[in-house]
T-cell receptor
Framework: DSGVTQTPKHLITATGQRVTLRCSPRSGDLSVYWYQQSLDQGLQFLIQYYNGEERAKGNILERFSAQQFPDLHSELNLSSLELGDSALYFC??????????????FGPGTRLTVL | AQSVAQPEDQVNVAEGNPLTVKCTYSVSGNPYLFWYVQYPNRGLQFLLKYITGDNLVKGSYGFEAEFNKSQTSFHLKKPSALVSDSALYFCAVRDDSNYGGSQGNLIFGKGTKLSVKP
């Protein structure tokens, strides 16, 4: 158990809908990262927050957004969902944003299925 | 741009034999390299990392990785494979590029499926 929790584990929804994925980082970790894992694209970095502020953006679509709250949990919002958004979404956390000794700890993921 | 490549989609090994999962990297500065393992329906688990120092890095579950700067490789190894090692293995490099303000997110390879047969 990495100490990172994600809810829900599974999510099934229809095209055009909006969903929210939630992540709670390990106790003491200030940085949260979101990744998307799909068969065709592999594991891709979406976005990172550090202590409530956005720090880095990767291949995140404009239909997707995220935020980190004062208690450090994070939410990833996916809107106008398309079939191609079906994937496993991982959250990871680390102590700080950028240190050489920093590794990330991953949650179990949320499997999103868009029908 | 920084990247990692895992040239093998799948590696098959007999239990008790040594295993190697290959990874090569391309970075503009000093490489910070990681190996993660993903078991079915689970998240990624950290195995080991190379930051600096000894080229042979020891990690969890008896795994180790050899950093080779001249060959830009960071192969994962284990002297004696177990059936329970069967999983998907990812090599990753920390993205230190300035583009997009990256702050230490990881760039992953495509993954290598390791299958250990009894």
């Amino acid at each position: 158990d990495s100490g990172v929790t994600q809810t829900p584990k599974h999510l099934i929804t229809a095209t055009g809908q909006r969903v929210t994925l939630r992540c709670s980082p390990r106790s003491g970790d200030l940085s949260v990262y979101w990744y998307q894992q799909s068969l065709d694209q592999g594991l891709q970095f979406l976005i990172q927050y550090y202590n409530g502020e956005e720090r880095a953006k990767g291949n995140i679509l404009e239909r997707f957004s995220a935020q980190q709250f004062p208690d450090l949990h994070s939410e990833l919002n996916l809107s106008s969902l398309e079939l191609g958004d079906s994937a496993l979404y991982f959250c990871a956390s680390s102590v700080v944003a950028r240190t050489v000794r920093n590794e990330q700890f991953f949650g179990p993921g949320t499997r999103l299925t868009v029908l | 741009a920084q990247s990692v490549a895992q040239p093998e989609d799948q590696v098959n090994v007999a239990e008790g034999n040594p295993l190697t999962v290959k990874c090569t990297y391309s970075v503009s500065g000093n490489p910070y390299l990681f190996w993660y393992v993903q078991y079915p329906n689970r998240g990624l688990q950290f195995l080991l990392k190379y930051i600096t120092g000894d080229n042979l890095v020891k990690g969890s579950y008896g795994f180790e990785a050899e950093f080779n700067k001249s060959q830009t490789s960071f192969h994962l190894k284990k002297p004696s494979a177990l059936v329970s090692d069967s999983a998907l293995y990812f090599c990753a490099v920390r993205d230190d590029s300035n583009y997009g303000g990256s702050q230490g997110n990881l760039i992953f390879g495509k993954g290598t499926k390791l299958s250990v047969k009894p």
